[in-house]
T-cell receptor, first 113, second 115 residues
Framework: DAEITQSPRHKITETGRQVTLACHQT?????MFWYRQDLGHGLRLIHY???????NKGEVSDGYSVSRSNTEDLPLTLESAASSQTSVYFC????????????FGPGTRLTVL | AQSVAQPEDQVNVAEGNPLTVKCTYS??????LFWYVQYPNRGLQFLLK??????LVKGSYGFEAEFNKSQTSFHLKKPSALVSDSALYFC?????????????FGSGTKLNVKP
């Protein structure tokens, strides 16, 4: 069955370190998204991609970057981790446009000390 | 600007009673509307969506939602709640901007179903 996976599921790091969160989907979806989920804020969009070599900033993109070198993967990099980036991160994918729903990964809980 | 509002942070209901989780939206043009559920320590799961046609949409786990264009609402409903329905529920919308590609999520409503 097609799926979307994230790794690691839990990560503890220190302030200032570079961290990369992996997202891999086997749905063959063009669209991929990264969100963070924090109490009181719901889901906030960090970055998104509509296809290979395409990346776009979301509403809370400062301090994060993504790259899309193939259809299946959209890794999220925290260039220099900050305590404010402690959160739960979700990756999602969908077919392009129209009526399709998003499929979500299980999430990565990141703690920055 | 596109937005989705879930006016209730929490909804409490007794098992067996009907439940409603409210959602209102503000978008340009005709929206595509979605409901997702999130169980603890899990990702969001798709429940149902409204695209066009019948205003009453049926989805997974016995849930349904009613689209009301005049009130710009898309409330989630279930005739008889189960304890296992306790979870966090998110309403989301896509609109014609950006070719319908982006989703806008509400802040979520925690549903508590008590035995």
């Amino acid at each position: 069955d097609a799926e979307i996976t994230q790794s690691p599921r839990h990560k503890i790091t220190e302030t200032g370190r570079q961290v990369t969160l992996a997202c891999h989907q086997t749905w063959n979806h063009n669209n991929m998204f990264w969100y963070r989920q924090d109490l009181g804020h719901g889901l906030r969009l960090i970055h998104y991609s509509y296809g290979v070599q395409d990346t776009n900033k979301g509403e809370v993109s400062d301090g994060y970057s993504v790259s899309r070198s193939n259809t299946e993967d959209l890794p999220l990099t925290l260039e220099s981790a900050a305590s404010s980036q402690t959160s739960v991160y979700f990756c999602a994918s969908s077919l392009a446009g129209g009526t399709a729903e998003q499929f979500f990964g299980p999430g990565t809980r990141l703690t920055v000390l | 600007a596109q937005s989705v509002a879930q006016p209730e942070d929490q909804v409490n209901v007794a098992e067996g009673n009907p439940l409603t989780v409210k959602c209102t939206y503000s978008v340009s043009g005709n929206p595509y509307l979605f409901w997702y559920v999130q169980y603890p320590n899990r990702g969001l799961q798709f429940l149902l969506k409204y695209i066009t046609g019948d205003n009453l949409v049926k989805g997974s786990y016995g849930f349904e939602a009613e689209f009301n264009k005049s009130q710009t609402s898309f409330h989630l409903k279930k005739p008889s709640a189960l304890v296992s329905d306790s979870a966090l529920y998110f309403c989301a919308v896509r609109d014609k901007g950006d070719n319908f590609n982006k989703f806008y999520f509400g802040s979520g409503t925690k549903l508590n179903v008590k035995p």
